[in-house]
C-alpha cells in the first residue's frame, strides 16, 4: 500500500504509468471497448468507471501541455441516438485537475487506430456508451 496513490491504480498500472513518457498516450477504455483486440499493454480495472479512472490518474502525471488537445473522446457514430452525459462528468474530472485542457472528438474507427499506437489501454467496467478517453501524458517538472 502506498500513501498518496488512488487504491483503483493496481501495481501494474503504477508501473505503466510510470514508464510513459512525454507524448504517450493512455487509453481508458469503458466495458465495451476492445482492450485485448487493440492493446499492445492492457490492464484490467474492472468494477471502476472511467471518471474515477481520470480523477485517480491525473494527480499522478501532468496532460501534454505541447499538444493542441491534451484529452481524445470518441465521437458519435452519425446517426447514432445515445446522448452521451458521461462527457459532463468526463470533462469536469478533467478540469478539476488541469482545467486548461483541451477535449478533442474523434471519430470511431480513426479512435480504435490511435488506441492501437497508444502505450497502454485501461480497460474499465464503465458501462455508459461513449465512455472512452485518451490521456496524453506531459512533462513532469521537478
Known amino acids: 500500500m502506498?500513501?498518496?496513490?488512488?487504491p483503483l491504480i493496481p501495481p501494474e498500472l503504477l508501473k505503466i504509468l510510470a514508464e510513459m513518457g512525454h507524448g504517450d498516450e493512455i487509453v481508458l477504455g469503458d466495458a465495451n471497448f476492445p482492450a485485448a483486440a487493440v492493446g499492445?499493454?492492457?490492464?484490467?480495472?474492472?468494477?471502476?468507471?472511467?471518471?474515477?479512472?481520470?480523477?485517480?490518474?491525473l494527480p499522478l502525471f501532468p496532460l501534454d501541455s505541447y499538444a493542441e488537445k491534451q484529452v481524445a473522446l470518441m465521437d458519435l457514430v452519425p446517426g447514432d441516438t445515445v446522448d452521451p452525459?458521461?462527457?459532463?462528468?468526463?470533462?469536469?474530472?478533467?478540469?478539476?485537475?488541469?482545467?486548461?485542457?483541451?477535449i478533442e472528438f474523434v471519430e470511431r474507427f480513426a479512435y480504435y487506430?490511435?488506441?492501437?499506437?497508444?502505450?497502454?489501454?485501461?480497460?474499465?467496467?464503465?458501462?455508459a456508451q461513449y465512455a472512452n478517453v485518451i490521456l496524453k501524458k506531459g512533462v513532469v517538472k521537478p
Open 2 to 6: 502506498l500513501k498518496g496513490i488512488s
Open 40 to 57: 499492445k499493454r492492457v490492464v484490467r480495472c474492472d468494477g471502476v468507471s472511467i471518471p474515477a479512472m481520470v480523477d485517480a490518474i
Open 85 to 102: 452525459v458521461i462527457w459532463k462528468d468526463i470533462r469536469a474530472t478533467v478540469e478539476k485537475h488541469q482545467p486548461e485542457a483541451q
Open 113 to 127: 487506430d490511435r488506441a492501437r499506437e497508444a502505450f497502454a489501454v485501461v480497460q474499465t467496467g464503465e458501462t
